[in-house]
């Protein structure tokens, strides 16, 4: 299953309402999940199951969809969200993840 | 908090070997799968392979199938990477990665992560 990121790199300021989308290739019905990485850091969990905050995630961060589309929003963006986000399918073997999005300041 | 430490990585040739471990020191991880994930320079996230809680399932990325060997031992309660006929593209930061849970589809999503172990293959 592919899963392809729009877009690949955003600016934006803070307080801004960023919103990024992954498409499945085919439906993945809610296998969902949501990780931020910061340079050099490993990834960390955001949202699972499309829509499920990861505890200890700032309720910020929203996810939604089910089937093929999916989008993660970053509502009031806080300086310390500038990093790259990646979704991942759960769905099936092998799991994938989508190409990444960068989220640079403005 | 759970606490993932890789060792292992380092330079190898060509059509080497390598064996990457992964220990969580004071958390039991036998009820929880675990997965290998890589990252290569500059580059995007890769599933490399999962083991399920006892160690009897196995599951690999075509792109690693038959160089590769996941395996954990609970009773040391490590996870361990056999890597055997290294190419160039297999240089990466390999991150040690648990599953939320043991089955479906919390095995599949990672809670936790190392700090990552690098891999270079290179003459």
């Known amino acids: 299953i592919q899963l392809t990121q729009s877009p690949s790199s955003l600016s934006a300021s803070v307080g801004d309402r960023v919103t990024i989308t992954c498409r499945a290739s085919?439906?993945?019905?809610?296998?969902l999940v949501w990780y931020q990485q910061k340079p050099g850091k490993a990834p960390n969990l955001l949202i699972y199951?499309?829509?499920t905050l990861q505890s200890g995630v700032p309720s910020r961060f929203s996810g939604s969809g089910s089937g093929t589309d999916f989008t993660l929003t970053i509502y009031s963006l806080q300086p310390e969200d500038f990093a790259t986000y990646y979704c991942?399918?759960?769905?099936?073997?092998?799991?994938?993840f989508g190409g990444g999005t960068q989220v640079e300041i403005k | 908090e759970v606490q993932l430490l890789e060792s292992g990585g380092g330079l190898v040739q060509p059509g080497g070997s390598l064996r990457l471990s992964c220990a969580a020191p004071?958390?039991?991880?036998?009820?929880?799968?675990m997965s290998w994930v890589r990252q290569a320079p500059g580059k995007g996230l890769e599933w490399v392979s999962l083991?399920?809680?006892?160690?009897?399932?196995?599951l690999y990325a075509d792109s690693v199938k038959d160089r590769f060997t996941i395996s954990r031992d609970n009773s040391k309660n490590t996870l361990s990477l056999q890597m055997n006929s290294l190419r160039a593209e297999d240089t990466a930061v390999y991150y040690c990665?648990?599953?939320?849970?043991?089955?479906?589809?919390?095995?599949?999503?990672?809670?936790?992560w190392g700090q990552g172990a690098l891999v270079t293959v290179s003459s």
């Open positions: 990665a648990k599953g939320r849970g043991g089955s479906y589809p919390e095995s599949r999503t990672f809670d936790f």
């Open positions: 004071g958390f039991i991880l036998r009820s929880y799968a």
């Open positions: 083991v399920d809680t006892s160690g009897g399932t196995t």
């Open positions: 085919q439906g993945i019905s809610s296998d």
């Open positions: 199951a499309a829509s």
């Open positions: 991942q399918q759960v769905n099936s073997f092998p799991l994938t």
